[in-house]
């Protein structure tokens, strides 16, 4: 630094200048590794801490380290502490993962302070690893939310850190099995490589001894390369070698090193370190190790930690000449660039890390735990959609930040999951209130003011009703005359249905252009009444088809009629019947036919009517006796089989109108099912509402819904993976490890977060879910889904609390769902189930509205942002303001095809972004971007590995060299998705 720069920073004013020229030149990422030794091992000693963004204490009560009588832990001094400690000591090195912990951090830092951080980002002395909001869960996770948590956090990281700020690897250490649609992902943002802690350790522990901790991942057969990905498995945990814990409340031996005081140590120390590095060496194939040198909540003194590692590592390289064992600073990015360099051939992975656990003790339970969490996450997730499409749309700031904190935080581990304690899951559930309220006063100011034709009129008071599944809306239960608008944030058309609470039986409905809408009316059931209580006194249910133009909005104008008004054809409010006299019950549209058995009540067959498929299905509900180890993470029912739920036949109604068919199922009085077949729909709509769940054990009760039928399934069924790529399980089989058979029941449940099915030659049956449980198929014929859980006896899981949900009402969590059931033949199934996944992810989103005078001439009833409109096996996933320019817009697009899953579908498409988004924007440039939106896709290099099957990895460059031309072509090809930056010029609407 020459003289007039030294004088520079003495100024108080240039602290920030001179802090930056000092690193000008330094160097970050894979350049700022410590050299290694050759021929000897290397230990690369990661110094980390592990935050969860709630579990036993809330977010922000971590944060702080409030609530300590829990659990003490403050991560604002873990942070404080550990960059005071780097700055200490050059060669010391540091990571960090949790971005949502970090930015509220950031928030407080004065700007000096955040320059010396920004200093050692550069230097690479500061790394943050994974670099989500929040480290997600793998197993519950919707793929749209892990995006979305993945780009709020790497976002965030850009633009404080720039390219220096950026992860090279996924850093998921404590989540509870990894899935293969999220290695495909980590890919897709440019990651390198995933480590981890936790996988089954039937599995871990053949790892070991084959020397398979370590390897190439196959994360999609449809991405090819592009959907590889490097994993590692740490070869204990994420916490440091036994004995080598340096926190505040570790008890191991601090390293002593005056040989002039009492209790000197180095030389048991040294060797009690070189034993361990050597036998964990023996597990994998190079002469490099990583030791996590760390754990949960640690380093609020990083003092203690750094200097005891200066001194091991001192001293360790002291004997490296005879022990040939070399110690470093290091992060998992250096580590992994050792392994690179090593020039090694790996092994490859095809299926997944899924359930984990021991042999006793599966964590399977976690899959369906605190299913009404589970539901209100997915909702949040799609209004956040909603709001983030619309905000870049209009260009208007829609108020969506503290729903994007709010959703990304409920992602994480011990969120999503249903593994927190009951009063971090309600802090989770009121965020996400709180996020979903902002941005519904957002949406509702937009589509009013979109809805205007002329500026003279009023904007037309938009509200929303959120208890629309127990029949609650104040709006429609108060007046005779009211408006229901519908946005779509699909590009393509969409027709649905929907019930409005109404107290009246005769209506006028008034679609787009002045069409009159047929309609049933039904009487709200006692069940609904029995789970509303005081929330709620409408009398009726309003149902109508609607029909949505893509990326846009139709609204529906509903008025009571008098007796004068009332029409014939239009309406009917239909009889309900009682099975009687043991005789058959049908309901059917002009696509399926259900049967149910006169006798018992239950579901006995349905038929595909166009392909005159006729399949036996007999569906009912179960429940599993928990045993006094479950707890919020394991499955470990009592016995092997479940018990039924039905002890005499189902009391069963049945409805037959014009618009909808349902029966009408009562198992117990706190058990009771609605099954649906709306009009030209393709699927059974089975509605279930379960709990409180009774107290019948006293260890508590895991209610499942099983479909038995007679197909030839051959121990295979399939579940997916995030909601994407399908995944073949084989009953009581791993592909790369023996079973063992203990536990079956709780061995062979696996996460289903969209859809399940079996199949055979002639018939497959799929059912889809609205949030993620826990699925099997037992025996061959039969698949079942986990849908409530109830847990009586505190068994553990660090959480010194049972899974007792007990409601707002304090005696038990109730909870209604739907399952979507569709029969058809196994190679035209996924034409049917692709789309209707899409669809139950982004349900229309209902506004609703007093109707005021000359509606119709002063707003618009219907509206579409596009001219056109992408085909069945095109989606528009993500669309929203990129940055602080508003000129910047994000795009996501989606092929949700798998490859060879159709015969048409599956093949690439190709998409016009100009002319998809013509009457919106005018289009100056498109920059294809990584996955999670931060980094140009032409900028992103990853490592190339030898692997013993395919040769050398090497990335697929097609991407990167892609010229868009004057329409900005894009060519997507099966399960692929692509993501724009488009700098745009808003036209006038």
Not at 239 to 261: E, T
Request: aromatic share 10%.
């Amino acid at each position: 630094m020459d003289h007039i720069q030294h004088h520079a920073c003495l100024l108080s004013l240039a602290v920030l200048s001179c802090l930056f020229m000092t690193i000008e030149g330094d160097a970050c990422g894979y350049k700022a590794c410590t050299d290694t030794k050759d021929g000897i091992l290397n230990v690369h000693l990661v110094p980390h801490t592990h935050d969860d963004v709630g579990w036993l204490k809330t977010v922000d009560q971590y944060f702080y380290g409030a609530n300590n009588s829990i659990y003490h832990a403050s991560v604002q001094y873990i942070l404080d502490s550990t960059i005071l400690t780097l700055n200490q000591n050059p060669s010391r090195k540091f990571i960090y993962a949790e971005v949502a912990f970090f930015k509220r951090w950031w928030a407080e830092q004065s700007a000096t302070m955040k320059a010396k951080v920004k200093n050692l980002v550069n230097q690479g002395r500061l790394e943050f690893a994974g670099g989500g909001w929040s480290q997600n869960d793998e197993a519950a996770t919707h793929y749209v939310a892990i995006i979305d948590n993945m780009a709020y956090g790497l976002q965030f990281l850009h633009e404080n850190f720039g390219t220096c700020g950026r992860p090279h690897i996924a850093w998921q250490i404590d989540v509870f099995g990894h899935s293969k649609e999220q290695a495909a992902l980590f890919a897709k943002m440019g990651m390198d490589a995933a480590f981890f802690a936790r996988i089954e350790d039937v599995d871990h522990d053949l790892r070991r001894v084959e020397k398979k901790l370590e390897g190439v991942w196959h994360g999609s057969q449809s991405l090819g390369s592009r959907g590889d990905l490097f994993f590692g498995i740490f070869y204990d945990h994420y916490s440091p070698p036994p004995g080598f814990c340096f926190d505040a409340f570790c008890d191991d031996p601090v390293i002593q090193d005056d040989p002039d005081l009492f209790d000197y140590n180095v030389d048991d120390r040294v060797s009690e370190f070189l034993e361990f590095a050597k036998k964990a060496a023996n597990a994998f194939q190079t002469n490099h190790i990583m030791m996590t040198m760390g754990g949960d909540f640690e380093y609020e003194n990083a003092n203690e930690w750094f200097k005891n590692l200066d001194k091991l590592i001192k001293y360790v390289n002291q004997k490296e000449e005879s022990t040939k064992v070399h110690a470093l600073y290091s992060t998992p990015a250096c580590y992994l660039y050792a392994l690179n360099q090593a020039n090694k051939t790996w092994t490859t992975k095809d299926d997944d890390f899924m359930p984990i656990g021991e042999p006793n003790s599966y964590w399977t339970g976690f899959y369906t735990s605190r299913p009404a969490l589970k539901l209100y996450a997915r909702e949040a997730s799609k209004i956040l959609q909603t709001c983030k499409q619309l905000g870049a749309l209009s260009g208007v700031d829609v108020n969506s930040a503290f729903l994007k904190d709010a959703v990304s935080i409920v992602q994480h581990h011990d969120a999503i999951t249903g593994t927190e304690k009951q009063h971090v899951a309600d802090d989770y559930a009121k965020r996400l209130a709180m996020g979903i309220q902002q941005c519904q006063i957002s949406l509702s100011d937009v589509i009013s003011k979109l809805m205007l034709k002329t500026k003279t009129a009023p904007a037309p008071k938009l509200e929303f009703c959120n208890y629309l599944n127990i029949s609650v809306c104040a709006t429609t239960q108060s007046t005779d005359a009211f408006s229901v608008t519908a946005y779509n944030t699909l590009a393509c058309e969409v027709r649905d249905y929907v019930r409005i609470p109404v107290n009246g039986t005769q209506f006028t409905v008034m679609g787009p252009g002045n069409k009159n809408i047929q309609y049933q009316v039904m009487e709200v059931t006692s069940e609904t009444k029995r789970v509303r209580r005081d929330k709620g006194s409408t009398t009726h249910e309003l149902i109508f088809p609607i029909t949505i133009p893509s990326v846009g909005f139709s609204s529906y104008l509903v008025t009571a009629q008098t007796t004068k008004q009332r029409s014939k054809g239009d309406g009917s409010v239909p009889a309900i019947h009682k099975a009687e006299n043991s005789n058959d019950v049908t309901i059917k549209n002009d696509n399926l036919m259900l049967l149910f058995d006169g006798g018992t009540g239950l579901l006995k067959s349905m038929t595909n009517i166009p392909d005159n498929l006729t399949l036996e299905v007999q569906q009912s509900f179960y429940w599993y006796n928990s045993s006094e180890g479950s707890n919020p993470y394991q499955f470990r029912p009592l016995g092997v089989k479940a018990i039924p739920l039905l002890n005499k036949n189902v009391n069963l109604t049945y409805i037959q109108g014009n618009i909808v068919e349902e029966v009408h199922q009562q198992f117990t009085p706190w058990l009771s099912q609605v099954i649906r077949l709306h009009k030209d729909q393709k699927h059974a709509e089975f509605e279930w509402t379960v709990g409180p769940v009774p107290d019948k054990s006293g260890l508590g009760m895991e209610i499942i819904t099983r479909f038995e039928t007679p197909l030839k399934s051959d121990k295979l069924f399939y579940t997916d993976a995030n909601g994407r790529q399908m995944i073949q399980r084989r009953r009581n089989h791993r592909d790369t490890y023996p079973l063992p058979m203990i536990n079956l029941v709780a061995a062979n449940y696996f996460p289903v977060n969209s859809r399940i099915y079996i199949k055979d030659d002639e018939a497959q049956l799929t059912v889809l879910t609205d949030r993620s449980q826990g699925g099997s198929s037992l025996v061959d014929g039969a698949l079942e889904l986990m849908i409530h859980r109830r847990l009586l006896h505190n068994s553990g899981g660090g959480l010194n609390e049972a899974l007792n949900e007990t409601g707002q009402y304090g005696d038990g969590l109730i909870v209604r769902g739907k399952h979507y059931v569709i029969l058809e033949k196994p190679g035209k199934s996924a034409k049917v189930h692709r789309p209707l996944g899409l669809q139950v992810f982004a349900k229309p989103t209902l506004l609703f509205s007093h109707l005021v005078p000359d509606w119709r001439s002063k707003y618009y009833t219907k509206y579409s942002y596009l001219n056109t409109s992408l085909p069945i096996n095109g989606h528009l996933l993500t669309l929203e303001q990129w940055g602080q320019d508003k000129n910047n817009v994000l795009l996501r697009l989606e092929h949700p095809f798998e490859v060879n899953e159709d015969q048409t579908l599956s093949k690439a498409i190709k998409v016009s972004l100009k002319k998809l988004l013509a009457s919106v924007f005018e289009i100056s440039d498109v920059q294809e971007m990584t996955l999670d939106g931060n980094l140009p896709i032409s900028q992103s290099t990853r490592l190339q590995w030898n692997t013993k099957t395919e040769g050398q990895f090497k990335e697929d460059l097609r991407y990167k060299t892609t010229s868009y031309g004057k329409q900005a072509d894009v060519t997507l090809g099966p399960m692929d998705i692509q993501t724009f930056l488009l700098s745009v010029k808003p036209r006038k609407p």
